[in-house]
C-alpha cells in the first residue's frame, strides 16, 4: 500500500501557518509578559484582544458566522504553542471556543447568528462557561442550580464556582435543572446575559497557579431568562454538556503537551550550561535519562492528542480515545515539570527561574474539564461496554 494514501503526520501548509502565527504570537505577546500576569493576577485582555485581530480567539467559530472555522486539530496546534508561553493567559483566551460550543452545536440559527456571530465575531465578546458547582464538579448530573418555568422565561437559582472569564464576560452559557425528577434527563442549557437582574460574581480566586486566568463564583437569584435564550430543549443539557467535552477535551490535552514541551526545553537549555563534577550536567547518566524520559512521553502525548481531535473532526464517536488523551497528557505534564524542577534543583525552586512556574500551572490540567480519574472512568466504562 502507498503510504501516501494511508497515515501522514505531517500538518498541512495552512496547519503550519497556524502554528507558525500562534509560536510568534507566545514568543512575543506571551512569555515576555508571563512573570507579570503570574506575579499580579491581572487579567491579559490586552493580550486577549491582540489574539483576537490576527484570529486566534474565536478560533472554533464556523466561517459562516464571521470565525475561522477552525477545526479541533488546529485548534489543539494553537493551544499548544499559546500554552507554552503561558498556560494563564492561553486558558483565557480559549475559553470563548468552551463557552460558544453549546451554540454551536445545539443552538439554533438565529441563537447562532447573534451570539456567535454578532457579539463573539462582531463586537468581541468574551463568554463564560458554567457547569460546575460547589458540591457538584465531575459529578454534572448532580448538579442544584434550578431554571422553573414561569410563563414566557425561567427563573434561575443557584451557583457555579471556578468560572473562567466570569467577570470579564458579557454573557455566560448556563447548565441548570429544569426537572429534577428525571435526574440528568432533567438538566437544560441557558444563555445569559451578564447584566440581568440577579446575578453577582465574586472576586477572582487567589489560585495556586494559572494566576492570569480569571476564575470566580457566580450566582443566579431569581434570575429571569427568556425562553427563546434555551439552547436546545428541555432536558438535552447533559448531553450538550458531554458533547462539549468531547470538542474541548483535546485542546486542554494540547496544552498540557505545550507546557511540558516549554519544561523539556528549559531543561535541556540548563542542562547544557550547567556544570557538575567536571562535567555538563546532562552528560550525567540520570539526569540525561530523565531529560530523554521527558522527550519520549511529550511525543507520545501529543500523538494520542492529534488522534482525539481527528476523531473529533471526521465525526467519530470514541469517548474513550478523547479521555486517554486528557489524562495522559495532563498526568505526563505533571511529570514533566516536577522532573523538570529536579534538573534545576535549588534554582529550579526559585521564582526566578521558569520551571516551578511550569509546575504550578500545570497542576489543574490534571482537575478541569474532567479529572484525570473521571477519564479514567470513562475508559473503564467504554471497555467493559
Known amino acids: ?54 484570529g486566534l480567539v474565536n478560533l472554533n467559530i464556523p466561517l459562516d458566522y464571521g470565525g475561522p472555522g477552525a477545526t479541533v486539530l488546529e485548534e489543539c496546534i494553537v493551544a499548544e504553542e499559546l500554552a507554552y508561553g503561558c498556560s494563564g493567559i492561553s486558558t483565557s483566551m480559549s475559553v470563548n471556543n468552551l463557552s460558544s460550543l453549546p451554540i454551536m452545536l445545539g443552538g439554533t440559527e438565529s441563537q447562532k447568528d447573534y451570539w456567535l456571530g454578532e457579539r463573539m465575531v462582531g463586537k468581541g465578546d468574551l463568554a463564560a462557561y458554567c457547569v460546575t458547582e460547589p458540591a457538584a464538579g465531575s459529578n454534572v448530573a448532580g448538579m442544584q442550580t434550578r431554571a422553573e418555568r414561569v410563563n414566557g422565561h425561567y427563573v434561575i437559582n443557584g451557583s457555579k464556582i471556578f468560572i473562567s472569564n466570569v467577570n470579564y464576560s458579557s454573557f455566560y452559557t448556563v447548565f ?17 446575559e451578564r447584566d440581568t437582574p440577579g446575578i453577582k460574581v465574586s472576586k477572582h480566586f487567589d489560585k495556586l497557579g494559572q494566576r492570569a486566568a480569571d476564575t470566580a463564583e457566580i450566582v443566579f437569584e431569581n434570575v429571569e431568562v427568556p425562553a427563546e ?71 507520545a502525548a501529543r500523538l494520542l492528542v492529534h488522534q482525539a481531535a481527528w476523531a473529533v473532526d471526521n465525526g467519530i464517536a470514541n469517548p474513550k480515545i478523547v479521555a486517554a488523551a486528557k489524562a495522559f497528557a495532563a498526568d505526563m505534564a505533571m511529570q514533566v515539570t516536577v522532573d523538570a524542577v529536579q534538573v534545576f534543583g535549588g534554582y529550579g525552586y526559585m521564582r526566578e527561574y521558569p520551571v516551578e512556574k511550569l509546575m504550578r500551572d500545570i497542576k489543574v490540567f490534571q482537575i478541569y474539564e474532567g479529572t484525570s480519574e473521571i477519564q479514567r472512568n470513562i475508559i473503564v466504562r467504554e471497555l467493559f461496554r
Open 229 to 299: 435564550n434555551r439552547i436546545g430543549e428541555e432536558g438535552m443539557g447533559f448531553m450538550l454538556a458531554m458533547a462539549v467535552f468531547d470538542h474541548s477535551r483535546p485542546g486542554v490535552a494540547a496544552g498540557a503537551v505545550g507546557v511540558a514541551r516549554r519544561a523539556l526545553e528549559e531543561s535541556v537549555k540548563y542542562a547544557k550550561e550547567r556544570e557538575t563534577f567536571g562535567q555538563p550536567l546532562w552528560q550525567h547518566q540520570a539526569i540525561g535519562h530523565k531529560i530523554a524520559d521527558m522527550a519520549i512521553n511529550i511525543e
Open 1 to 54: 500500500m502507498d503510504a501516501a494514501n494511508g497515515l501522514s503526520f505531517e500538518l498541512s501548509e495552512d496547519q503550519l501557518q497556524l502554528q507558525k502565527l500562534a509560536r510568534d504570537f507566545a514568543a512575543k505577546e506571551i512569555i515576555p509578559k508571563a512573570e507579570h500576569f503570574d506575579r499580579t493576577a491581572e487579567f491579559p485582555i490586552d493580550i486577549i484582544n491582540k489574539g483576537r485581530a490576527i
Open 176 to 192: 441548570a435543572v429544569t426537572d429534577p425528577t428525571k435526574k440528568h434527563k432533567g438538566i437544560s442549557c441557558f444563555i445569559i
